[in-house]
C-alpha cells in the first residue's frame, strides 16, 4: 500500500470508528452511565478531528480524500465494548508505528502519525485499566463507578 492509499484508508477507518464510539456513548448515556459515555464520546471527537486532519493533510498533497467510513459493530454489552476497543488499539499500534518510515521524506505527515500513536497509546492504556479495574471490582461495582452526572 502507497502513502497516499494509507492515509485515504486510516481516515476511513476514523471516521467509522468515531462513529462507531459516538454510538456507543449514546447508548451508554442512555442506560444512565454517563461518566462512561463522556469518555467514549470524548473519544469519539477525537477520532473524528485525526480523520479530518488526515483529509486535509491528503488535500496539501494534492490528493483527493475519499468519502467512505469503514464499517464497525455497534456493541451493547460494556465489558464487550471495552475488550474490542482494547484488541483494535493493540492491533493499531504496531502498524501505525510501522507506517512511519513511509514517512522518513515527508516530515508533516510523519509527525501527525507520531501524535497520533501517542493519542492511540494513551487510549489503549486508558481501556486495558478500565478492563483491569472491572477484574478488580467486578461489572456490577465498574457499573456504579460510571454512574453519575
Known sequence: MDK???LKEMAKGWFGNSQQHSIHAQLL?????????DMIMAESDEE???AKKVNARLIELGEMPCVEIQTYPVITDIKEMLEYDCKEAEEALPMMSKALSMFD???VTRHMFEEFI??????FRWVKGHLCLIEQIGMDNYIIEMLGE
Open 29 to 37: 448515556k442512555q442506560r444512565g452511565l454517563n461518566k462512561l459515555a
Open 105 to 107: 521524506d515527508d516530515y
Open 48 to 50: 473524528w478531528e485525526e
Open 4 to 6: 497516499i492509499e494509507f
Open 118 to 123: 501517542i493519542d492511540e497509546q494513551d487510549h
